[in-house]
């Protein structure tokens, strides 16, 4: 995997001395060329077994780093730290693994290398204007994002202004003259190969599937000329395996591999997200400018949600209020005066709730809130309710057919708020119901977790696969729980600190 851990560990690696062959699953795109966060065919988009759930994961040279929004959230951070401080006193990580002083050297070199920027006042546009203000007259404290962007106006490309871990650290490696990083994209790993040797299984090698490359312009297809056919298998040789496949394809390819752990894939963590929407007197035009630039925490570390800016294209704003076909036209032709954000929810590990394999080898994902996560859900989603109306919004539009409102009519309507006293009934009533109400995530994490033993983990504090030698897991999959805030920043960090550790 070439996401945020893989492209790390792809260039510290190599530069200090290894010979790397990184394998990506996704497209292989040349950087600038598109604007990635809107191409469906870099992202693995899936849901839930029951439904209830829309489940997004990068699948691109870059991984999530490719398509994510960027809100960018310090390892450093208070709710992260009370995480991590949490995993250590639980036994879950050593007791002087992921150490303060050692994340901040770590994000530091993180933050010099990918370009995370810090925002200024002057880019909140209309549309994040709207939870500034809200949260503000509400008595929070709306906070400005870091980005993973180009500055408005200093972006290289014409389309995009994203940074990615492609163009920020995997393109010098490929590069490199003097111990080039080798790289196969469209390619798919099925399973981790291993030897039996005194009892102990080790690892050498990968089997690979190669996959059709997209068809967008600006995507490298066979960019080494080997010209294997899609579909074809072959085998890498190698002295040390490291999967960085993601929360997904991490324990994905463990479980097709017959490694013997039956809590591989167990406690999977979403982030659940649902956006809400106002409607205006007055254009808020949502695509204009820096698209997201504020989030509020004031509930992150007691009550486990945060609202965080968002916007998208119209379509969406038509899919997020269902409801009647002349609804679904009516949403779109008030486009220019919508405004959104999303409560996402710091979700809690429950071992019924995992990643597993259909008849086919492929991995579902069996999920399911608890009760008390729906309750803390329901009550971001009733607070994100009353912070729009404070900002000024007549109407306010839940992603929602469940009859919230208590409306005594047959057929099924959208789910439109006229007052913020009906945030009440949103706080009581939301039950999350599956194929009724519309969720989303973008952070699985917690699928192949460190800890101290077997018993209850995938990796021991060393990120070595119990069980095996010669086989690591470096991604967002061993963290033993959620990581307290959206994750991308931390992965990357978690691999620097991996690479900075490394011995054979």
Not at 188 to 205: K, M, N, P, T, Y
Not at 343 to 354: A, F, K, T, Y
Request: aromatic share 6%; net charge negative; hydrophobic share 40%.
């Amino acid at each position: 995997g070439s996401g945020p851990a893989g492209s790390v560990l792809a260039h510290e690696l190599r530069r200090n001395g290894k010979r790397v062959l990184l394998l990506e699953r996704g497209a292989f795109v040349v950087p600038g060329s598109m604007e990635t966060r809107l191409i469906d065919d870099l992202i693995d988009t899936r849901t839930s077994s029951d439904g209830s759930i829309r489940i997004r994961n990068g699948m691109a040279v870059g991984g999530g780093s490719q398509v994510n929004v960027d809100l960018c959230f310090a390892p450093t951070s208070e709710p992260i730290k009370l995480k991590i401080e949490g995993w250590r006193k639980a036994g879950q990580i050593a007791p002087d693994e992921f150490t303060q002083a050692e994340l901040r050297v770590a994000y530091a070199w993180v933050k010099q290398m990918i370009g995370t920027r810090v925002l200024s006042e002057r880019e909140i546009n209309a549309n994040n204007r709207v939870l500034w203000e809200g949260a503000t007259l509400a008595g929070l404290h709306p906070k400005l994002y870091s980005l993973n962007t180009y500055a408005p106006g200093q972006s290289p490309s014409p389309v995009t202004d994203k940074r990615s871990a492609e163009s920020q650290l995997l393109l010098a490696a490929l590069n490199d003259r003097v111990n080039p990083l080798g790289m196969v994209p469209d390619a798919d790993v099925q399973r981790v190969l291993f030897s039996e040797e005194a009892g102990s299984r080790h690892a050498i090698g990968v089997e690979v599937r190669m996959r059709a490359p997209i068809s967008e312009a600006g995507t490298i297809a066979d960019p080494n000329g080997l010209k294997i056919s899609v579909g074809e298998t072959f085998i890498v040789h190698a002295n040390t395996v490291i999967l960085s496949a993601g929360a997904l394809g991490s324990p994905t390819i463990l479980m097709r591999s017959d490694v013997k752990n039956n809590q591989i894939g167990r406690g999977v963590v979403l982030h659940p997200s649902m956006p809400i929407m106002g409607r205006f007197s007055h254009h808020i035009d949502v695509l204009n400018g820096t698209e997201a630039s504020v989030y509020v925490d004031d509930r992150l570390a007691d009550r486990g949600y945060a609202l965080e800016s968002m916007a998208d294209q119209p379509l969406y704003a038509a899919i997020m209020s269902p409801g009647p076909a002349l609804h679904s036209y009516e949403m779109i032709k008030a486009f220019r005066d919508l405004a959104g954000f999303g409560v996402m929810l710091i979700d809690m590990p429950q071992s019924e709730n995992r990643i597993r394999l259909d008849e086919s080898g492929n991995p579902e994902i069996d999920y399911t809130l608890s009760e008390a996560d729906k309750r803390r859900f329901a009550e971001g989603v009733a607070e994100a309710v009353r912070i729009m109306f404070k900002a000024g919004a007549r109407e306010v539009y839940l992603p929602t057919t469940e009859n919230i409102l208590g409306q005594k009519i047959s057929e099924v309507r959208p789910q439109i708020l006229t007052s913020p006293d009906q945030a009440e009934l949103v706080k009581k009533k939301l039950q999350f119901i599956p194929n009724r109400t519309m969720v989303t995530s973008a952070h699985m994490q917690a699928t192949d977790k460190m800890g101290s033993a077997a018993e209850n983990s995938v990796v021991g504090y060393d990120f070595r696969v119990w069980g095996t030698q010669n086989l690591f897991i470096v991604d967002g999959s061993i963290f033993p729980t959620s990581v307290g805030a959206n994750p991308m920043q931390s992965i990357y960090t978690i691999a620097k600190i991996f690479t900075d550790h490394w011995h054979e």
